[in-house]
């Protein structure tokens, strides 16, 4: 979808700064939360957890397995 008002530079830049934080925001967030789910699995084998990934967080909620 392109923007008709803006000026054919300011989409240039546009389209620059939502890469850049698509890439801060999405990407590099996402390797850093995956490394810290596979940490936490490591750290505790004996452990269940819940994991439930939104837009903008991570929940971790570890699992009592009482039988």
């Given at each position: 979808?392109?923007?008709?008002?803006?000026?054919?530079?300011?989409?240039?830049?546009?389209?620059?700064i939502?890469?850049?934080?698509?890439?801060?925001?999405?990407?590099?967030?996402?390797?850093?939360?995956?490394?810290?789910?596979?940490?936490?699995l490591?750290?505790?084998?004996?452990?269940?957890?819940?994991?439930?990934?939104?837009?903008?967080?991570?929940?971790?909620?570890?699992?009592?397995?009482?039988?």
């Open positions: 979808m392109t923007n008709v008002t803006l000026a054919p530079y300011e989409q240039v830049m546009a389209r620059k939502d890469e850049y934080f698509r890439q801060e925001l999405i990407f590099k967030r996402n390797r850093r939360m995956g490394q810290r789910v596979l940490e936490l490591a750290a505790h084998p004996d452990k269940s957890f819940f994991f439930a990934f939104g837009a903008g967080k991570i929940c971790i909620i570890p699992i009592e397995n009482k039988v």
